[in-house]
């Protein structure tokens, strides 16, 4: 069973910058992709980030040049480093690790089976 805890949530002023940090722990070394993902107040959650075990990486348009993923493999800890952060990235971000061949391909939620708590990320104009 693999535990994800997110942490470096927080509130920022628009244009501002935050890191965020994923620590796994327990069977860890069979996840084949690590992902962000976030949901906004009233709205379904959605793909942010991936990054695979090639360190192959993947981002939602919506961040794409702002916001990003990298991974400490020696730590087991991934992170989403995010830059001129907007009020429209306020949502609790949730990290989560798959198994699916295909994870590496897509930022759909379903590819992905363990999640973390999440940490809320709070962006003021």
């Known amino acids: 069973q693999v535990q994800l805890v997110e942490s470096g949530g927080g509130s920022v002023q628009s244009g501002g910058s935050l890191r965020l940090s994923c620590a796994a722990s327990g069977y860890t070394y069979s996840s084949r992709c690590m992902g962000w993902f976030r949901q906004a107040p009233g709205k379904e959650r959605e793909g942010v980030a991936s990054i695979d075990t090639n360190g192959r990486t993947m981002y939602a348009d919506a961040i794409k040049g702002r916001f990003t993923i990298s991974q400490d493999n020696a730590k087991d800890t991934m992170y989403l480093q995010m830059n001129n952060l907007e009020p429209g990235d306020t949502a609790i971000y949730y990290c989560?690790?798959?198994?699916?061949?295909?994870?590496?391909?897509?930022?759909?939620?379903?590819?992905?089976?363990?999640w973390g708590q999440g940490t809320q990320v709070t962006v003021s104009s």
């Open positions: 989560a690790t798959s198994l699916h061949p295909l994870c590496g391909e897509s930022l759909a939620i379903w590819l992905f089976g363990h």
